[in-house]
């Protein structure tokens, strides 16, 4: 069995089981209509929230009053993730991580010494496999609307090897990808997880390139 299309969270669960169902998302939208809403509001888990912006810090606060949520307010960094981590008293291993900031992701997951069992993160859709592009680090970059948006699933896929993890599917949009620590990955009957494989060109909106406007911006081959 190959995967081509990002599974669902549930049934990659049922697969590997929880540990504590714990999880954590930053790049949260209202914390309603996030990757970890499901989790959080049907089936008891327990998360922390990561959030820069002071208008959407109070929405999503005021959204999880009912559920056991931490919402911390801060603009994430290589520099600062891991005590915005310990701020949110998040576990060091944890069962789910969803990255989703559209610009420095894959320098803030490299830069994580937690451990996640399952990691969502978005990727660049643009950037055909085999091609290594990563955004060079900004401690201060906002996303600006264009298709200069994040990572080549390659290059993703080679950090995440690095830290103890396996690329197991992407979503149809080309825009997110799935990673499962090593030692699970077996549970999940994978022959081929090639990036080749595994890609999804982006295509997310009406224009050829999924649907946001140039300019590019520079990349590192790494």
């Known amino acids: 069995m190959s995967y081509s299309l990002i ?7 049922a697969k590997i089981g929880t540990t504590n169902k714990y999880c954590v998302e930053f790049g949260v939208y209202d914390a309603v209509s996030d990757h970890t809403v499901n989790l959080v509001r049907k089936q008891g888990w327990k998360a922390t929230y990561l959030e820069a912006d002071e208008k959407q810090y109070h929405q999503i606060v005021f959204n999880c009053m009912e559920y056991p ?39 803030l997951w490299k830069a994580l010494d937690y451990k996640p069992r399952v990691v969502f993160i978005e990727y660049n859709g643009i950037k055909v496999p085999p091609t290594l592009a990563v955004p060079p680090y900004k401690s201060d970059y ?5 298709r200069y948006m994040g990572s080549s699933l390659a290059s993703i896929t080679k ?36 990036v080749e494989k595994i890609f ?23």
């Open 159 to 194: 950090m995440a090897n690095e830290k103890g993890y396996e690329l197991y599917g992407v979503d149809q949009w080309g825009a997110t990808a799935f990673y499962i620590v090593k030692e699970e990955f077996h549970k999940l009957g994978i022959e081929d997880n090639s």
């Open 142 to 146: 906002v996303w600006n609307g264009t």
């Open 69 to 107: 949520v931490k919402v911390v307010k801060g603009f994430i960094t290589a520099e600062n993730i891991n005590q915005l981590f310990a701020q949110g008293e998040v576990p060091k291993e944890f069962d789910f991580l969803s990255i989703d900031v559209d610009g420095m992701d894959y320098w």
């Open 200 to 222: 999804v060109h982006a295509n997310y909106g009406v224009e050829p390139d999924g649907g946001h406007p140039g300019p590019d911006g520079e990349y590192l081959e790494i």
């Open 7 to 13: 599974p669902n969270i549930d049934d990659v669960f």
